[in-house]
């Protein structure tokens, strides 16, 4: 009995210490995400310029890129509606092609932080090889 009631206040004490050293998230930009009444394109273009901290002339070429890549997964989704493999090859090509554009405009740290952002960090290294 005394075993157990010490391993459940050991258990307890390293789990709240663990959750000290966890790190913030962007919660209060969630937040203000979600009061506006913004999306596609401009809610990318908010998103990307408040976690990367583009400067303006990154945040103009930001935006008509995001503007082109919306309007491609638009046309996209329409022509491929029924064809779900065909639609999934087509959204992975507009994205392999939007990072291509993005190594152009962002310097390493903010692209690395992008990828981070999509979700896609591990898929730098394969696009990198589906282009060759």
Known sequence: MKKNLLLLITLLLST?????????????????????????PAMANLE???VLQLDPEQ?????????????????????YAQNEVQRSKTFRSIAIETDQTLKQVL????MRRYLELEG?????FVSENEEK
Request: aromatic share 6%.
């Open 59 to 79: 945040y103009s070429q930001v935006e008509r890129l995001n503007e082109a890549r919306y309007q491609k997964m638009l046309e996209a989704e329409q022509l």
């Open 107 to 110: 310097d390493e740290q903010q």
């Open 120 to 124: 896609r960090f591990n898929t730098q």
């Open 16 to 40: 709240a210490g663990y959750a000290q050293h966890m790190g913030l998230t962007d919660d209060g930009l969630d937040e203000v995400l979600l009061a506006i009444d913004i999306e596609g």
């Open 48 to 50: 990307m310029k408040q």
